[in-house]
C-alpha cells in the first residue's frame, strides 16, 4: 500500500514537471494544486536565484558593491510592480477565459498583454538611464558607492524590458494551467545567469572581466534566453494559447479592459515595493553602508524563500479564475482554503530556519563581522513573521485571480504606508532602539496585512467579480 501511494506521489510530481495544459475545474482540488505549484514554485525559486547569484559574486567585490545591488534591487521592484501588476491582470483573464472555454478570447487578451508590456518597458527604461544617478542619491547611497555602481543601475534598468516579458509570459502560462513551460522558461534564464556571472564579472584569463556592471550583463542576458524560450512556445501555437501573426494588431477595447486591472495590480505591489524602497533608506540613514550590506544580504535571502510561497499562491489564483470561470465558486474557495494550509505549513519550516541558522546562511555571502552581525539580527527578525506572510500572500492572490485587484491594493496601502513605514520612522526618530527595531517593523506589518485579508476574504464579495 505505502509503496503504491509513494509510486503515485512520483508519478504526480513527474507529471507535474513535465507540463501540460489542463482542465482545472473538474478533479481532484489537492492533484490540482500540487500539479500547478510544484513548477510555480520551482520557476519562483528560480528567479530568486538571479538575486542571490549576484550577491554571491559581487560580495567578493567589497560592500560598496552589495550596497549598489541592493539599491538597485530595491528600486528595480518598481520594474517589477508593473510587470507582476500586468501579468496578474493577463492571469486572471486568460483563466477566465480558459474556464469559460473561450480560448480565442485568452489568446486575444495574451497578445495586447504584450503590446501594454512594450510600452511601458519603453517608457521605464527613459526614466532609468536618465535618473539613475539621483535615484541612487534617494537611496542614500554614498559617493563611492554611486561611483563604483552608477553602471550596474543603468544596464538593469535599460534591459528591463526582459524583466517585464519574462513575468507576462509567464503570467499567460500560468492562466492557462501550463505553470510548468513558466517553469523551464526560468530554468533556462538561471543556467545562463549563472554560468555568464562569474565570468563578466571577473573575467577569464587574461581578460579581467567587467567587474559590477559584468554582474547586470550576465543576468540581462539570462533572462533575454528565457523569454526567447517562452516567444517561441507562445507563437507556436502547440498549447491552449494560440496566438497567430494576423491578430498582432492592437485591440483597444481589450486593452482598455486588460489595463483596468492591470493599474489597481500595478499599484499594489508599487506599495508594497515602495514601502521596501523607504525601508532600505532608513536602514542607510540609521547604520551606513555597513548596515545596508547586511539588511541587503538578509533581503535576498528572505526573498528566496518567499517567492517559492508566492508560487503556491499563485497556484490558487489560477485556481480561482478557472473555477469562478466554470460557475463553480465553492471549489474557488475550498482551493484556496487548501493553498493556506500548505503555505503556512511551508513558512513556518523557512521560519524555524532562519532562527536557528541564520549565522550560517549569512555566512555565506559575507566574512565582515559587523555585515555579519547586522545580517543574521534582520534574518531573524523578519524571518520571525513567515507564516503570516504565507497566509497573506495566499488570499491577496486568490482575490487578484477573481479580478478584484483592488482590494489587495487597499490593504497593501493602509498595511505598509500607513503602519510600516511609520512605525519605522517612529522607531528611527522617536526611540534609541536601533537597527533591530526598524526590522520589527515588518514582520508586525506583514502579521497585521494577513488578519485583514483574511476577514475581507471571508465576506465572500470577489466571488461575484466578472472579468
Known sequence: MYLDKIISYFSLIKSALRGEERDYTQGSIKTAIVLLSIPMILELSLESVFALVDMYFVGRLGPNA??????????????????????????A?????????????????????????????????????????????FMGASTEVISEGLGFTKIMFGFNIV???????????????????????????????IILDPLLIYGIGSWQGWGLEGAAIATCIGRGSGVAYQMYHLFSGS???KI?????????????????????????????????????????????????????????????FIL????????????????????????????????????????SIVSLIFILLSPEIISCFTDQPGVHRIGVNALQIIGSGFIFYGIGMVIIQSLNG??????????????????????????????????????????????????????????????QMKV
Open 66 to 91: 552589495i550596497a549598489v545591488v541592493g539599491y538597485t534591487e530595491s528600486m528595480v521592484t518598481l520594474v517589477y510592480s508593473v510587470a507582476i501588476g500586468l501579468s496578474t491582470a493577463a492571469t
Open 239 to 241: 498549447g491552449l494559447i
Open 308 to 347: 517559492p510561497a508566492w508560487g503556491l499562491s499563485n497556484a490558487a489564483a489560477t485556481l480561482v479564475g478557472q473555477n469562478l470561470g466554470a460557475g463553480q465558486p465553492q471549489r474557488a474557495e475550498k482551493s484556496v482554503k487548501l493553498a493556506i494550509l500548505y503555505n503556512a505549513v511551508f513558512m
Open 163 to 193: 524583466i517585464m516579458l519574462l513575468f507576462l509570459i509567464n503570467g499567460i502560462f500560468r492562466g492557462a494551467g501550463n505553470a510548468a513551460l513558466a517553469m523551464k522558461s526560468l530554468w533556462i534564464a538561471s543556467i545562463f545567469n
Open 244 to 304: 497567430r501573426w494576423s491578430d498582432v494588431v492592437p485591440d483597444l477595447t481589450i486593452i482598455k479592459s486588460m489595463i483596468s486591472l492591470a493599474w489597481p495590480a500595478t499599484f499594489q505591489f508599487i506599495i508594497a515595493s515602495g514601502s521596501w524602497i523607504i525601508l532600505t533608506r532608513i536602514v542607510a540613514e540609521t547604520g551606513g553602508t555597513e548596515a545596508s550590506a547586511g539588511y541587503q544580504i538578509a533581503i535576498r535571502n528572505v526573498i528566496f
Open 93 to 137: 483573464v486568460i483563466a477566465r477565459r480558459v474556464g469559460e472555454k473561450e480560448l480565442k478570447g485568452a489568446s486575444k487578451a495574451a497578445i495586447q498583454a504584450l503590446f501594454i508590456a512594450i510600452v511601458l518597458s519603453a517608457i521605464l527604461s527613459i526614466l532609468g538611464l536618465s535618473y539613475a544617478k539621483d535615484m541612487l542619491l
Open 402 to 463: 477573481a479580478g478584484d485587484t483592488r482590494t489587495p491594493t487597499w490593504i497593501n496601502f493602509v498595511g505598509f504606508w500607513l503602519f510600516q513605514i511609520p512605525l519605522a520612522y517612529f522607531f528611527q526618530n522617536y526611540t534609541d532602539l536601533g537597527l533591530n527595531a526598524i526590522f520589527s517593523a515588518v514582520p508586525i506589518a506583514e502579521t497585521g496585512i494577513a488578519i485583514a485579508a483574511y476577514f475581507i476574504f471571508k465576506q465572500g464579495k470577489w466571488k
